[in-house]
């Protein structure tokens, strides 16, 4: 089933996204998570785009075997990082033979240790080229993409970020899923300037609860998501309780949802680790409260 279906403000959806398991026990892992996250009844998962080699490949294995074990609809992210318009062209006939349905289609990120994408020989530059070329093939696939509602790290301004949002669009994507936000009014005044952009697709909020007092460094430093000041002053009191840091990120979570949902969201996404725990606690008291 097409994703855009299932976004809907009247019964949003709740929906997963891991990664490809570099190990045999990642793999297990992983297994278990969705066996523990099925339970939820998600609208979909997602598999991110390995990094390289094997588990590159993964990423279409693994939508294939969940969405014929399991019965939930997966989503494959595809990136141009390196990868030529053939091997693309490979990868989405492989996906339709599979009978996957939904790509979310991404630039990537640049090389480790880089600070710039460059494409790769024969490849793609933008996002949007690899959404024309999608299209222009005819594939049935169901489109989204990544949004940013403070703004991509790479852009020169938000007003220049929302454009190249505007130019993804108009290629052919039926929705888009946020980078992650610890404050809400970032992404309700996102949506507010994307409608007024003549962006009208359904607008996922993406959702990561802290469970580590570690991570909030690293997504500053990496997607340039901000941390309210009383949030940041709170972590740093217990940053040497795990299990203190875990419940206050998941309580800070539950609130951003609670207020996303009141305000017609059209579905939540939650970036997992492929971890299970914090995100059951999350969409178990969403479900108890409706």
Same mark, same amino acid.
Do not use: H, W
């Given at each position: 089933m097409k994703i855009r279906t299932r976004l809907n403000p009247s019964k949003p959806c709740f929906s997963f996204e891991f990664f490809p398991p570099k190990t045999p026990e990642g793999e297990q892992n992983l297994w278990s998570t969705l066996e523990d996250l099925r339970e939820l009844e998600p609208g979909f998962v997602s598999v991110t785009d390995g990094? +390289?080699?094997?588990?590159?490949?993964?990423t279409v294995e693994l939508v294939t075997q969940i969405k014929e074990r399991t019965g939930i609809e997966a989503m494959a992210h595809l990136t141009c990082a390196g990868r030529s318009k053939d091997e693309l062209a490979v990868?989405? $006939?492989?996906?339709? &033979? @599979?009978? /996957? %349905? *939904?790509?979310l289609a991404l630039r990537g990120d640049p090389p480790k240790g880089s600070t710039t994408f460059q494409? =790769? %020989? +024969?490849? #793609?530059?933008?996002?949007? $080229?690899? /959404? %024309? #070329? !999608?299209?222009?093939? @005819? =594939?049935? #696939?169901?489109? +989204?993409?990544a949004c940013y509602p403070e703004g991509h790290i790479e852009t020169a301004s938000r007003d220049a970020d929302l454009q190249n949002l505007k130019t993804k669009v108009d290629a052919g994507l039926d929705f888009v899923i946020t980078q992650l936000f610890f404050d809400n009014a970032f992404y309700f005044d996102f949506v507010e300037r994307a409608r007024r952009a003549? /962006? *009208?697709?359904? !607008?996922?909020?993406? !959702?990561?609860? /802290?469970?580590?007092?570690e991570q909030v460094d690293r997504f500053v430093r990496l997607c340039g998501a901000t941390v309210p000041m009383r949030l940041q002053l709170a972590l740093e009191k217990i &940053?040497? %309780?795990? $299990?203190?840091?875990?419940?206050?990120?998941? =309580?800070h979570a539950t609130v951003q949802c609670m207020e996303l949902l009141s305000r017609g969201v059209p579905g939540i996404h939650f970036y997992t680790l492929n971890r299970s725990p914090a995100t059951r606690l999350i969409v178990s008291a969403l479900r108890g409260r409706s």
């Open positions: 990094a +390289g080699g094997s588990t590159r490949t993964k990868v989405l $006939d492989t996906l339709a &033979k @599979g009978r /996957i %349905e *939904n790509v494409a =790769a %020989e +024969g490849g #793609f530059r933008y996002a949007s $080229d690899l /959404i %024309e #070329f !999608i299209v222009a093939r @005819g =594939a049935p #696939f169901c489109l +989204g993409s003549g /962006i *009208n697709v359904p !607008i996922v909020p993406g !959702i990561m609860p /802290i469970t580590n007092y &940053k040497g %309780e795990p $299990d203190a840091v875990t419940q206050l990120g998941v =309580a």
